[in-house]
């Protein structure tokens, strides 16, 4: 292909403003002695394949395995011709190249996603498919992604729309868990004036210029309209105002102190700023599995709750309750939707620090309403629901359908759907007045414990 040649015969030129930046982004962030590869999200389009030919060109400086990846979203009439673009331009540059296919539409209509989100999730899902799958050769990765400084302004603008906090304001990272940005910092002139010198060629996504979508509508009308009517050194303001959020976002994080899953100590509450209280109780969310849903709205009724006083509860998305006994925030669930309802609190504990009330499992006694339970193997934190398809336990060394489960036991029909099961999931951990899961009797070798009780003042 003509571009890798120009490539070539330009190796020995001075490197463009791009490459000095892509060159110094990589210098910071590599170990010396310590071997890497650089997966590329490729596209098709200017600014990837721009990130690709400085990739290519700094690889024996630098050292590193270069890959790249594309991915079919399903959605476009030329996507064909895009991957087809970008299986010849990784052959012509000797570039390994994965390519994945996925279906945005149909998990946008499972989900009830935008086209926007939908894509977004498949093509992170396939990046980190494909670190995984390196990773497991032992190869150290990293997802390079293109985005550049026009793309971090129309973030920070997006982010300002929907009401985001500090946190928003931030943008983009140029370093993310294993995604690299090392573009973040470039310039559009600056990556034309690449792709001109290295006369690349490129695929145009004819989907840019659809402004039904809003990141479309801010680059197309909004952003523009700023640079023109307001200020033309709008998107490095933006940038710079991008890069203190995160620096003040970062400082206050480090401000905030250690939580743990279960109940939430209030201590020295009153001794942290509100920015420091927020920022606790999302990570006390996080902890504990619960800030996916977690909103503005939800976040402030957290902060009322842990300011004001004991006694008192709010309602989160999952379907779980926060309630503040003293100064002990707890997650509980309730057991039965009746008017008499009883709610159970949760907290995790270490089977070190139980040793001074049971000697050994054995010890741990069978309550009625107060349970300890192995929490080793939990993905989250259990909820307090109705019994489910696919649910099931385990009694004595197998595994049960929930429904074979309530047959032997001659659980009558009427009740089996009224009951309320404590699950992991769709595996039921316990089911009140009939049994705990074989699984999640805490045994000699348990390292993490669930302890659930009835909050009997709620």
């Not at 695929?203 to 659809?210: F, G, L, Q, T, V």
């Not at 620090?353 to 939990?378: Q, V």
């Not at 989250?380 to 004595?396: H, Q």
Request: charged share 30%; hydrophobic share 40%; glycine share 6%.
């Amino acid at each position: 292909m003509e571009s890798g040649l120009t490539i070539e015969k330009q190796k020995d030129r001075k490197p463009a403003a791009l490459e000095e930046k892509v060159k110094a982004f990589l210098g910071k962030i590599m170990q010396e002695g310590k071997p890497l590869t650089l997966l590329l999200a490729l596209s098709g389009g200017r600014d990837s394949v721009s990130l690709l030919a400085a990739l290519k060109c700094l690889q024996d400086q630098l050292g590193y395995e270069l890959r790249a990846i594309h991915v079919h979203h399903g959605i476009r009439k030329n996507a064909d011709m895009d991957e087809a673009f970008c299986r010849e331009l990784c052959e012509s540059w000797q570039i390994p190249l994965d390519v994945f296919h996925v279906d945005v539409p149909a998990l946008a209509e499972e989900k009830k996603l935008s086209i926007e989100e939908a894509a977004r999730i498949l093509r992170y899902e396939c990046f980190e498919k494909a670190a995984k799958e390196l990773e497991a050769k032992g190869e150290t990765v990293r997802v390079c992604l293109a985005h550049h400084q026009t793309d971090q302004a129309e973030t920070v603008l997006l982010h300002l729309l929907r009401g985001s906090g500090l946190k928003g304001l931030g943008g983009m990272q140029e370093v993310r868990g294993i995604y690299l940005r090392p573009m973040l910092s470039v310039s559009e002139e600056e990556i034309n004036a690449y792709a001109s010198a290295k006369e690349l060629t490129w695929r145009e996504d004819e989907s840019n210029a659809d402004t039904s979508y809003t990141r479309n509508r801010i680059r197309r009308e909004l952003l523009p309209y700023l640079q023109t009517s307001f200020n033309p050194n709008i998107v490095e303001n933006l940038c710079a105002l991008a890069e203190t959020a995160s620096e003040d976002e970062a400082c206050l994080e480090s401000l905030v102190p250690p939580v743990e899953k279960g109940v939430l100590k209030l201590t020295d509450w009153d001794t942290l700023p509100p920015a420091v209280q927020k920022r606790t109780l999302q990570a006390w969310m996080r902890e504990n599995g619960l800030e996916k849903d977690l909103l503005k709205v939800h976040l402030d009724a957290l902060m009322d709750l842990a300011n004001g006083a004991s006694g008192r509860r709010i309602s989160l998305p999952s379907g779980l309750t926060v309630y503040k006994s003293y100064d002990i925030l707890s997650i509980i669930g309730f057991l039965s939707e009746a008017a008499e309802e009883k709610a159970f609190g949760l907290e995790y504990l270490s089977w070190e620090s139980l040793k001074n009330r049971f000697k050994a499992p054995d010890e741990i006694p069978d309550l009625p309403d107060e349970k300890w339970l192995k929490a080793d193997d939990l993905s989250g934190v259990p909820v307090w629901r109705k019994r489910e398809p696919g649910d099931y336990l385990y009694v004595g060394q197998g595994r049960q359908k929930l429904k074979d489960f309530f047959i032997n036991r001659k659980v009558p029909r009427e009740e089996r759907d009224s009951l309320m099961l404590l699950a992991d999931g769709s595996h039921v951990l316990w089911i009140p007045g009939w049994r705990v899961s074989d699984a999640a009797f805490v045994r000699p070798d348990t390292k993490t414990i669930l302890h659930i009780w009835e909050v009997r003042d709620v």
